[in-house]
Structures are given as structure tokens and as C-alpha cells.
């Protein structure tokens, strides 16, 4: 929310429009044209989120306007309302949200039009405001296409260039993307990967090009990854020989576009990909000052890759998994998300020194662990607990 807050201060400082925020004095009194609002937005050729802010008046030098007494005013589920009932294409919606912010004692609303890859956005029937006081309702046309260049929206009375369809139609089907691209969107879309149990393998079902393989290994090789291990090994019921380390690759037409590790749990029952670890310090180097944060990032390939080995393989997916791993596990939706944590954990790394703070469950190494595992288990299990009861409510942080 202060990266949000941060961004939209600047575009209001910037006292201009672009490609992805427009200005409203108030509340649009005709739908329709709140409509082709939204749906320029979400046509938007930016390929980022883009924001409707309402309560600056972009025709009286940017001032802002009072939205309290603004009967047109709606909230989000109000809005959800709304776009439910109209007629699009393929009948998926732009997905919003509505927040409200604070700025020199306006409020100002923020609606914020996601970014995906269903464009483009268009109704397959007419839409006209249903206001019966309006003398000139305009009207959102089936079949046009509306999209946003610069701070300016296409006419609603008119279609998109056809450039800018043929982009929107190559941002749905991927074909705009580079191989490193389509990955990320390919990992992104969980349901249509398919394990190959015979082949040991993933692929993609809509692009089988794409695949997910494990590293075959020599005997050498595979002694050495045995040896590897985190506290998180020590977790499960049966620490048998099927716990090692293998690295996988991703490919595409067989040439390896990125690798990694996963880890065999359990005597070999579950993979994972192997949980992402940052060091949490106060810039000592000293043993005592230094803890590890793990995590996953659901924005990147690791991440990603988590979900898509949880699901499939072996098949009991992540309600299983989740038992062994909530303790300590972190799950974050974007880089920014782990960067700010990890900045508030660095300013406020005394926080994990004061047990008094933690519930016995917290200090309470896991039985039949190895030693040298321990201080990271309870550390990790700290780190987790600060930002569950602290961080995601930092008008309480001490």
C-alpha cells in the first residue's frame, strides 16, 4: 500500500495524464462513459497496471475536488456490480480494485485496472447509461475496440487502429513475447501443465515445446547432492535416502533457458522447488547477527516452478505440504513485497533477539532434528512470525 500510495502522488505531482492514469474532476454521471473508461485501461498498450483517478480536476490546473458529496460516487462492490452484467467478449471481465487515499485532506479514489493477457476487451452488445436524466447518453458500441495511446482514450464512437488490435491480440495468444517471456506467462497458468510420469518430465499442453526436466545425474554427481540438505529435510516423518538435491532446467526445443534446484522430501514423497533465501543481517558479519528468510515469490520462476511441482508431482499437491511448511515459509507476490520486508527486518533485526516476543511454539526446535539445523529452524520460524503479527500490521510494530 506505500508503494501504491508513493506511485500515485507522483502522477498526481507530475500534473499530466499518460498511457496508463487518466483524470476525473468527480464521479462519471454517464456509465457508459465509465465504461469505455475502464475498458481503454484494460486495452492499454502500456502492458502494466493502469490507474482511473477520480477527484483531480485535470481542466482547472490539476486541483483536487471534494468527492463527498458526490452521489455518483461508487464503491468496489458497487463496481463489480456493475461490469458483471455487461455483455463481453469470451465473458471475462477487466478485473479492478477501488482504493481511497488521503492527500492534503481530499480523498481521492483510485481505480485500478489490472494488467492480464485477455485483450483485447470488448461487449458483444451495445451498452448506453441507464441515467434517464442524461439528454445525450452515449453509447459503448458491440464489437469496437477501445484502447489508450499517450493521455489519449479512442472515441467511443470509433475502433482502435488496427495496430494497436493486432498488439492486443498478440499479447493474449503470447505471440508478441521473447522465449524468456512466454515462460513466465506459460509457468503462470498452473492448470495446463502435464506431468509425464513415464518420461519423469513436465510440459506445457498448450506449447509442449516447453518443458521441465530433471538433470540425469552420475553416480558421483548424485552422491554429492545426497549430502545437501537444509533444516527443512529434517521436517518430514521419513528422512530416508530419497531426500537429495537435483537440479532442473527448463527448456524450450530441448536448449535449457534456466535452472535450478528441487529437493526431494519425505523419503522421496514430495519435490519442491527449493524454497528462495535472503539474508536478514544489521550489516555485522558475525554468526549471531545473520538469520535467512525463506520464502517463495510468486512473481518469479522459482516461485512459479513451486506451484507447478506442489500440484502434480506426487499428486497430494500443497494442503499436504503446507503441515511440514507453514512454520517458516513465507509466501510474497512480488520482488517489491520481499525487498520491503527485507528492509524492515534489516532496521528492525532486534526484534528476532527479544524471545520474550514469540510463543513457545516459535523457540521450540522440531524433535529429532539434527543440531546444527536448529537455530535456523527457530530463526526462520521468527522471521515468519514478525511478519505475520507485525509486519502486515505496522501500526503495531514496536
Known amino acids: 500500500m506505500i508503494e501504491f500510495e508513493d506511485e500515485i502522488l507522483s502522477l498526481l505531482h507530475s500534473k499530466s495524464e499518460g498511457g496508463y492514469w487518466d483524470f476525473k474532476r468527480s464521479w462519471h454521471e454517464d456509465d457508459a462513459s465509465l465504461l469505455h473508461d475502464i475498458i481503454c485501461l484494460a486495452n492499454n498498450i502500456e502492458n502494466r497496471d493502469c490507474y482511473l483517478i477520480i477527484g483531480v480536476d485535470e481542466k482547472n490546473n490539476f486541483e483536487f475536488y471534494p468527492l463527498n458529496d458526490d452521489h455518483n460516487r461508487k464503491n468496489s462492490n458497487e463496481l463489480t456490480t456493475f461490469l458483471r452484467d455487461k455483455k463481453f467478449f469470451g465473458g471475462i471481465r477487466p ?22 493477457t485477455h485483450t483485447p476487451y470488448y461487449l458483444t452488445e451495445d451498452y448506453s447509461s441507464k441515467n434517464k436524466n442524461l439528454k445525450n447518453p452515449k453509447v459503448v458500441l458491440k464489437q469496437n475496440i477501445y484502447t489508450r495511446i499517450n493521455d489519449t482514450n479512442t472515441p467511443i464512437n470509433r475502433t482502435a487502429d488496427i495496430d494497436k488490435i493486432e498488439y492486443l491480440w498478440r499479447k493474449r495468444f503470447g505471440i508478441y513475447l521473447s522465449v524468456e517471456e512466454k515462460m513466465q506467462l506459460y509457468l503462470s497458468d498452473v492448470k495446463n501443465w502435464v506431468y509425464d510420469d513415464e518420461r519423469g518430465m513436465f510440459y506445457y499442453r498448450m506449447e509442449p515445446l516447453f518443458t521441465i526436466e530433471l538433470k540425469r545425474l552420475d553416480y558421483d554427481e548424485q552422491k554429492f547432492q545426497s549430502k545437501r540438505s537444509e533444516f ?45 533465501c535472503e539474508i536478514i543481517s544489521n550489516n555485522s558479519m558475525e554468526v549471531g547477527d545473520m538469520y535467512c528468510m525463506y520464502y517463495y515469490d510468486f512473481s518469479n520462476i522459482q516461485g512459479l516452478v513451486s506451484k507447478i511441482f506442489v500440484n502434480y508431482y506426487p499428486g497430494e499437491g500443497w494442503n499436504t505440504l503446507k503441515h511440514y511448511l507453514k512454520d517458516f515459509l513465507i509466501k ?26 514469540y510463543p513457545e511454539k516459535v523457540l521450540k526446535g522440531k524433535y529429532g532434528m539434527e543440531e546444527i539445523y536448529v537455530n535456523d529452524y527457530i530463526g526462520a520460524k521468527k522471521i515468519k512470525w514478525v511478519y505475520e503479527n507485525h509486519y502486515l500490521n505496522r501500526e503495531t510494530v514496536i
Open 332 to 357: 510474497f507476490n512480488s520482488k517489491i513485497e520481499v525487498e520491503n520486508f527485507v528492509k524492515f527486518m534489516n532496521t528492525n533485526i532486534s526484534l528476532l533477539k527479544n524471545d520474550k516476543l
Open 95 to 116: 478485473s479492478i480494485s477501488l482504493q481511497t487515499i488521503t492527500v492534503e485532506g481530499y480523498e481521492i479514489d483510485v481505480l485500478t485496472v489490472k494488467n492480464d
Open 232 to 276: 527443512y529435510d529434517q521436517l518430514m516423518s521419513d528422512k530416508g535416502k530419497g531426500d537429495t538435491w537435483e537440479e532442473f532446467e527448463i527448456k524450450y526445443a530441448n536448449v535449457t533457458i534456466y535452472s535450478h534446484w528441487v529437493d526431494h522430501l519425505d523419503g522421496g514423497r514430495y519435490m519442491i522447488a527449493i524454497p528462495q
